[in-house]
């Protein structure tokens, strides 16, 4: 991963501070991004807002037949990401409650009350966010010269706030939480030193560390086991026994590097996204090839991930267009594509998979035509419903 240049190695980390509740707009859908191509970007929010009230009389922002529904913009909200290739800055704890990377902290969304609190704010340097994760009421916060914050919401206290590695490039690219089968919760990270480090969450007591010959971006936990997908500065993804540091597999097929994996809950297949243009999808029980390939449309896959009951996967291109798959049988049948505007900062589908998070950055440098937005999952498409008409 390309290093994002950066000195000043002190954080500071502040209580929440809860906000007046943000604008919201709630069109029926959108259908063009081309039509706001070529316009005049310093009035991009009066265009954005003009756009999306001209839609409430009608129009479709996906296919009639897809799997999920616009819900809701939410303006002001101001998601923004400061490293190009990392795009893991959106995460729900539930269909209500989202955590993203707001400006030089992290804020939390409540889509019910919509209200927005600031959860950290400055904390680590200006810009140096790079990665974040949430479970419940932890949440990470990952720099770019190696500092983690580890911050229980519920008591407002910092169960961690400091560096895991002292490495001169000690970006850290990927941050995750998990339950292993002992009950306990434990967070994983991948950094640009060459490693993936596992933490006891109850102190952030690192108890272990697996080194590698590259840049490692991202990593997922297969369910209920020790066992890794990573991925990172080099075109093979590894699969990695954590306990014995044993590399199970090496799969080759991608032509780039990779930043984005994910376990279906079945513990068979995953998924890997790629600057290669690709989202390459594989079987445990069969790693000689992949076994379906889904290009994007106009840009490298920077973010992917399965819902929770394993019916959809989720591909996030750098900007413009996040697609949704149906997972049926492992073939991947039909796809629905949504079309957005800007820079995509994160996505997430909640714990109950019924509903989708977006978070998509305006102007470089501002918060200029940011956003979040929801998508909810048709009736039609919940699990036992009947196929939709």
Not at 3 to 12: E, I, K, L
Not at 258 to 283: E, P
Request: aromatic residues 10%.
């Amino acid at each position: 991963m390309v290093a994002v240049s950066g000195t000043n190695r002190q954080g500071r980390l502040m209580g929440a501070q809860t906000e007046d509740e943000d604008e919201e707009l709630t069109p029926v859908g959108l259908h063009s991004y081309e039509r706001l191509e070529g316009m005049d970007r310093t009035n991009f929010p009066q265009y954005l807002r003009k756009f999306y009230q001209q839609l409430l009389e009608g129009g479709e922002w996906v296919e009639a037949h897809g799997f999920f529904q616009f819900s809701r913009a939410s303006f002001n909200v101001d998601c923004r990401f400061h490293h190009p290739q990392l795009r893991h800055l959106v995460w729900a704890t539930t269909n209500h409650d989202v955590f993203f990377m707001s400006g030089s902290g992290v804020t939390h969304w409540d889509s019910h009350r919509r209200k927005r609190t600031r959860i950290l704010t400055e904390s680590l340097e200006n810009d140096s966010i790079m990665t974040i994760a949430a479970k419940e009421t932890l949440v990470l916060v990952g720099g770019r010269n190696g500092e983690v914050v580890a911050r229980d919401v519920a008591s407002n206290r910092d169960i961690f706030c400091g560096y895991i590695t002292q490495e001169a490039n000690a970006i850290v690219n990927t941050l995750d939480i998990f339950s292993p089968r002992s009950g306990s919760t434990c967070a994983m990270s991948c950094c640009n030193d060459q490693t993936l480090r596992l933490f006891d969450c109850e102190g952030f007591r690192e108890f272990r560390r697996l080194n590698f010959e590259f840049a490692v971006n991202h990593a997922s936990r297969r369910p209920q086991t020790n066992v890794f997908c990573v991925a990172g500065d080099a075109e093979d993804i590894l699969i990695v026994d954590s306990d014995s540091g044993r590399h199970l597999h090496r799969l080759q097929g991608h032509q780039d590097y990779s930043f984005a994996t994910s376990w279906h809950k079945d513990g068979y297949l995953f998924a890997t996204g790629n600057q290669d243009f690709t989202c390459r999808i594989w079987d445990l029980r069969n790693l000689r090839n992949s076994l379906v390939v889904l290009p994007s449309k106009r840009e490298a896959v920077r973010s992917v991930a399965f819902s929770t009951d394993g019916a959809f996967l989720f591909m996030a291109e750098a900007g413009s267009s996040v697609h949704i798959f149906d997972v049926r049988g492992g073939t991947f049948p039909s796809r629905q594509e949504l079309q957005l505007f800007g820079e995509i900062s994160g996505i997430s589908c909640s714990p109950d998979s019924g509903r989708l998070f977006v978070g998509v950055s305006g102007q470089t440098g501002t918060h200029l035509g940011s956003c979040l937005l929801e998508f909810d999952r048709k009736m039609c498409h919940l699990a036992g419903a009947l196929s939709c008409p």
